[in-house]
T-cell receptor, first 116, second 115 residues
Framework: ETGVTQSPTHLIKTRGQQVTLRCSSQSGHNTVSWYQQALGQGPQFIFQYYREEENGRGNFPPRFSGLQFPNYSSELNVNALELDDSALYLC???????????????FGPGTRLLVL | KQEVTQIPAALSVPEGENLVLNCSFTDSAIYNLQWFRQDPGKGLTSLLLIQSSQREQTSGRLNASLDKSSGRSTLYIAASQPGDSATYLCAVNRVRWSGYSTLTFGKGTMLLVSP
């Protein structure tokens, strides 16, 4: 198992609500990336935080936002939830230099979000 | 836009067979390529990472090759076992112009190894 943890493991929300997902990175890692994985699909890149700043973003609307804290843990916030936001949300941590990974990314177990 | 395709989408084999999973990508300007394993409802486990300058990597019964110029990678699993049953994902790591890298994944190959 990796040292990356995520909470909660499962979550049920209704349309229009807001949700916060949490990720603790592996010790020594300074970068966290978030991915959304719909059923039967590969993970899609949402955004990446490097040394507490967002340094890259995929094709997701602004209602997807995040934070990285001084201990390099991270949060993913989603406002105004839609049915299509139902997915497995994965975070991955890595040690980056100048924004580039020096080794493989380590993934957490994910948070399964269901929007009704 | 980088696109990653994995073939086949699903594979069912008897225990002991050697098998090959295929991955192709459209943009050869990659930083590295990784193969992951995903068990149902779980996160991703990294199996092999091949840097863009490398041709192959091996770990136990797994061997991954990379042909960057043709945009292809293969994952070879020798002497398959029921415990190998999982979805295998290929992901290419690309460096963006602003200096960060992202993984672009294929949809995966779902492997079932029967005893």
């Amino acid at each position: 198992e990796t040292g990356v943890t995520q909470s909660p493991t499962h979550l049920i929300k209704t349309r229009g609500q807001q949700v916060t997902l949490r990720c603790s990175s592996q010790s020594g890692h300074n970068t966290v990336s978030w991915y959304q994985q719909a059923l039967g699909q590969g993970p899609q890149f949402i955004f990446q935080y490097y040394r507490e700043e967002e340094n890259g973003r995929g094709n997701f609307p602004p209602r997807f936002s995040g934070l990285q804290f001084p201990n390099y843990s991270s949060e993913l916030n989603v406002n105004a939830l839609e049915l299509d936001d139902s997915a497995l949300y994965l975070c991955a941590s890595s040690f980056n230099v100048g924004g580039l990974p020096q080794e493989t990314q380590y993934f957490g177990p994910g948070t399964r979000l269901l929007v009704l | 836009k980088q696109e990653v395709t994995q073939i086949p989408a699903a594979l069912s084999v008897p225990e002991g067979e050697n098998l090959v999973l295929n991955c192709s990508f459209t943009d050869s300007a990659i930083y590295n390529l990784q193969w992951f394993r995903q068990d149902p409802g779980k996160g991703l486990t990294s199996l092999l990472l091949i840097q863009s300058s490398q041709r192959e990597q091996t770990s136990g019964r797994l061997n991954a090759s990379l042909d960057k110029s043709s945009g292809r990678s293969t994952l070879y699993i020798a002497a398959s076992q029921p415990g190998d049953s999982a979805t295998y994902l290929c992901a290419v790591n690309r460096v963006r112009w602003s200096g960060y890298s992202t993984l672009t994944f294929g949809k995966g190959t779902m492997l079932l190894v029967s005893p």
